[in-house]
């Protein structure tokens, strides 16, 4: 019960030649990733341009989106105590 089970909802990178989403961490251990805040939605590719400014039909307006990402330990007890976040993520289309 000493170690944590770091867990990203929605997120991956890459550590030691692998693409993860967890990674184990002893009390006396860090690390840090590269990566970026996930989309909150993913267009299918035939209508990903749609949103944009050029493509849109006239007189439609920008919306803006909002997603919310669990990070926590995996560890049951630990997340159950509070170990436990989100990552808020923004998106505006158009």
Same mark, same amino acid.
């Given at each position: 019960?000493?170690?944590?089970? $770091? %867990?990203?909802? /929605?997120?991956?990178?890459?550590? =030691?030649?692998?693409?993860?989403?967890?990674?184990?961490?002893?009390? /006396?251990?860090?690390?840090?990733?590269?990566?970026?805040?996930?989309?909150?939605?993913?267009?299918? %590719? /035939?209508?990903?341009?749609?949103?944009?400014? =050029?493509?849109?039909?006239? *007189? /439609?307006?920008?919306?803006?989106?909002?997603?919310? $990402?669990?990070?926590?330990?995996?560890?049951?007890? %630990?997340?159950?105590? *509070?170990?436990?976040?989100?990552?808020?993520? %923004?998106?505006?289309?158009?």
């Amino acid at each position: 019960m000493v170690w944590h089970n $770091f %867990h990203p909802h /929605a997120q991956r990178w890459t550590f =030691a030649d692998a693409t993860v989403d967890v990674r184990s961490l002893s009390p /006396a251990e860090s690390f840090v990733v590269e990566t970026l805040a996930p989309p909150v939605i993913k267009l299918p %590719h /035939a209508i990903e341009k749609t949103p944009r400014a =050029a493509h849109r039909p006239h *007189g /439609a307006k920008p919306y803006k989106l909002r997603g919310d $990402f669990l990070v926590h330990c995996h560890i049951e007890p %630990h997340m159950a105590g *509070g170990l436990a976040g989100v990552v808020r993520s %923004h998106q505006t289309y158009g």
